[in-house]
């Protein structure tokens, strides 16, 4: 699949958690916007603006009929997409560890941010459980899709995200997390879904699939 076209292995989803944190009424730029799924519901549901950027001309094609403005944008241009806009909230989902110099973009977007602005970010956890198991054996094996998605230039640990930000002059209100492990009994169980919710909060470091960082400047 070439570059193109990989926003297909996404264009159904979005991320819940993300959806979850923003609240009615809201002027937000999602950078990775893929298909708009995420945008057309926080529109929908929420009554949000949502500016939407992404390197597919094929998946901003079809954001165009769902957000409120979507443009093709090349993030490792290292410049930012508007001159006289500013932004609630700025969305980066599942991004920043497609960029050779996240750090850049960061110092960059800010110049989109007020003083009561944030960013939220998600970000793949690759010391998780799964992953420090596969080291044991030896393996790093890329995939289509995940924490070892095969497009992932960089990888990262929280330690290695709070200093990320906090280097380009971030304050971090908040780093969250969602699981990313299998038990088999906790597969079947509400209570133990909770459980495994529980642990993740826990000991994050171990068990987040992903980290959820909402820091402002």
Known sequence: M???????IYENGY??????LISKNKKILEVGCNTGNLGHNLIKNKGCIVYGLDYSKKAINIAKTRLT???VFDLETYKTPFKNETFDIIIFGDVLEHIRYPEIVLSKFKKLLTKDSIIIASIPNVANINIRLQLL???FNYKPSGILDQTHLRFFTK?????????QNYKIIKIDSTP??????????K??????????????????LQFIVIAKK
Do not use: D, P, W
């Open 2 to 8: 070439n570059k193109e076209e990989q926003y297909k």
């Open 69 to 71: 403005k979507a443009i």
């Open 15 to 20: 991320n819940l958690h993300i959806y979850k």
């Open 159 to 167: 330690k290695s995200v709070k200093k990320m930000f906090t280097k």
């Open 191 to 208: 209570l133990l879904i909770k459980i495994k919710k529980i642990i993740c909060k826990m000991y994050s470091k171990l068990f987040a």
């Open 180 to 189: 990313g492990f299998n038990f088999i009994i906790l597969r079947h169980f």
């Open 137 to 139: 054996f030896g393996n």
